[in-house]
């Protein structure tokens, strides 16, 4: 990495994608320079070397094409993982190959969006029954040593009970980090100052202002209420529209397609099919993505993977293997 390059200045400017926050973790290589970057990190199994970008360039859009002629000259074997449709297309005209890897749940805070209409009854629900018990959501303060120990806790908890004592998450999903840099972090507290679940949001940039957040970490305690992550994020939607932050995102629906416009692919047909049988054992993947169906997204954003085979399980399991997410 150059010290040239100024990462979180290059995501101020360029960061309006899901992936922008996860650039700035541990590990993370940087090809490009000052004006604009592919963050990536370099994956080495025995002779294997794999090289696994995060989304889109932090860059200027005109200046997408180059920045991936480049990379995929000076990378022997690359993979693109959670790229939008316009730098896919560009990856398509590269030679690689386009999978979908699912879609991500927008909401357009700036239209209008609310919570009203019996489709969003049991969000309301949730609200309901979380604050008659007397929970309330508050945001977690970086100085503030004792709620990062209890944030802490209940997140080795979660890693414990539901991810069957793997280490903490990475590279795709940034871990959890106690620093203000591009993340805030709530949690809905008990009557008693308990922390029972806890969200985390990755800012989204574009031109040096935040244009909206993305659900990153999402964990609950033992003890926890029925959805009390829609507890959080219907006081966030709140939150954010009363500062008038036009965006959230709840993150990625896998191996689920973004509409009747699907890429027909026969390997992302087989590839899907796959993930959705084998991956409940690692994830229920239907039951997330129905889960966020609950607040009826504005929009579905298409995202894929880009890679030199047509083929991408292997690959696909080694990214999530080196993420800890398997």
């Known amino acids: 990495?150059?010290?040239?390059?100024?990462?979180?200045?290059?995501?101020?400017?360029y960061g309006d994608f899901s992936l922008a926050a996860s650039t700035d973790q541990p590990g993370i290589r940087l090809?490009?320079?000052?004006?604009?970057?592919?963050?990536?990190r370099q994956l080495r199994k025995k002779a294997h070397t794999l090289n696994v970008a995060l989304g889109d360039p932090l860059a200027d859009p005109d200046r997408w094409g180059?920045?991936?002629?480049?990379?995929?000259?000076?990378?022997?074997?690359?993979m693109l993982v959670n790229v939008g449709e316009r730098f896919g297309q560009l990856l398509t005209n590269e030679g690689l190959?386009?999978?979908?890897?699912?879609?991500?749940?927008?909401?357009?805070?700036?239209g209008g969006y609310d919570l009203s209409g019996s489709k969003k009854q049991n969000i309301r629900n949730a609200v309901s029954r979380a604050t008659a018990a007397?929970?309330?959501?508050?945001?977690?303060?970086?100085?503030?040593?004792e709620a990062w120990a209890r944030l802490h806790r209940l997140s080795h908890s979660w890693l414990t009970r539901r991810s069957r004592g793997r280490p903490e998450n990475a590279l795709i999903t940034r871990p959890l980090q106690r620093r203000g840099r591009h993340q805030r972090v709530f949690v809905?507290?008990?009557?008693?100052?308990?922390?029972?679940?806890?969200?985390?949001?990755?800012?989204?940039w574009r031109a040096d202002e935040i244009v909206g957040y993305h659900a990153n970490i999402n964990r609950d305690g033992e003890g926890a209420p029925k959805n009390a992550d829609y507890v959080?994020?219907?006081?966030?939607?709140?939150?954010?529209?009363?500062?008038?932050?036009?965006v959230l995102s709840l993150g990625l629906c896998p191996t689920t397609y973004a509409g009747a416009d699907r890429r027909?692919?026969?390997?992302?047909?087989?590839?899907?099919?796959?993930?959705?049988?084998?991956?409940?054992?690692i994830y229920n993947f239907d039951g997330l993505t129905r889960h966020k169906e609950e607040f009826r997204p504005t929009h579905r954003r298409p995202v894929y993977v880009a890679g030199q085979e047509p083929w991408p399980m292997h690959d696909i399991f080694g990214v999530l293997k080196v993420s800890n997410l398997v």
């Open 232 to 246: 959080i994020i219907a006081h966030l939607i709140d939150l954010l529209r009363a500062h008038q932050v036009p």
């Open 97 to 110: 190959y386009l999978n979908p890897l699912g879609w991500e749940a927008i909401l357009d805070l700036s």
């Open 31 to 40: 090809f490009g320079d000052a004006d604009g970057v592919i963050a990536y």
């Open 1 to 13: 990495m150059s010290s040239s390059i100024d990462l979180p200045g290059l995501v101020r400017r």
């Open 188 to 204: 809905l507290q008990d009557v008693e100052g308990t922390a029972v679940q806890m969200l985390t949001l990755d800012e989204l």
């Open 66 to 78: 180059e920045l991936a002629r480049g990379f995929l000259a000076a990378t022997a074997n690359a």
């Open 264 to 281: 027909r692919n026969l390997y992302s047909d087989l590839f899907l099919h796959v993930a959705r049988r084998e991956g409940r054992s």
């Open 134 to 145: 007397g929970y309330r959501v508050d945001e977690v303060d970086e100085g503030d040593d």
